[in-house]
């Protein structure tokens, strides 16, 4: 049996570029964080569906098959997920792509591309929200 990592630590990110994945894997494992990687929506939804031990959660707007503000509305109707904050990113210059974000749920919006400094005031955020600052 595998030593469950605590809730505390572990961040869901979905993203469907590689390279992005990559990228805020590395700067949140730099600060300590466990990062549950998933290429696309739809298997974020599918982690979501058997695990919600998540601190909180990075979803890129634009994305196959499940897109983020989508995946958002989900986690906000259902009881065990409700309480995970989520950080929304994208590329796109499409200011809608943001208000639908905090529509859905999402607590802090990243616009791509981002320096680290920015992911980790975004972060800080995030997890402020998540232990309930």
């Known amino acids: 049996m595998s030593?469950?990592?605590?809730?505390?630590?572990?961040?869901?990110?979905?993203?469907?570029?590689?390279?992005?994945?990559?990228?805020?894997?590395?700067?949140?494992?730099?600060?300590?964080?466990?990062?549950?990687?998933?290429?696309?929506?739809?298997?974020?939804?599918?982690l979501l569906q058997t695990d919600s031990d998540f601190l909180a959660c990075v979803?890129?707007?634009?994305?196959?098959?499940?897109?983020?503000?989508?995946?958002?509305r989900h986690m906000k109707?259902?009881?065990?997920?409700?309480?995970?904050?989520v950080m929304m990113m994208t590329a796109e210059q499409n200011p809608k792509l943001s208000s639908d974000s905090f529509a859905a749920g999402a607590v802090v919006f990243l616009p791509k591309p981002f320096t680290t400094s920015q992911l980790?005031?975004?972060?800080?955020?995030?997890i402020s929200k998540a232990q309930g600052a």
Request: proline share 8%.
């Open 3 to 46: 030593e469950q990592i605590p809730a505390s630590r572990r961040i869901l990110v979905a993203d469907d570029d590689p390279a992005i994945l990559r990228l805020i894997t590395a700067i949140l494992e730099k600060e300590g964080y466990t990062v549950v990687p998933a290429r696309d929506g739809r298997e974020a939804y599918r």
């Open 59 to 72: 979803f890129d707007v634009m994305m196959p098959n499940i897109q983020g503000p989508e995946l958002v």
């Open 77 to 85: 109707s259902e009881r065990r997920l409700r309480k995970i904050p």
């Open 120 to 126: 980790q005031v975004m972060l800080r955020m995030l």
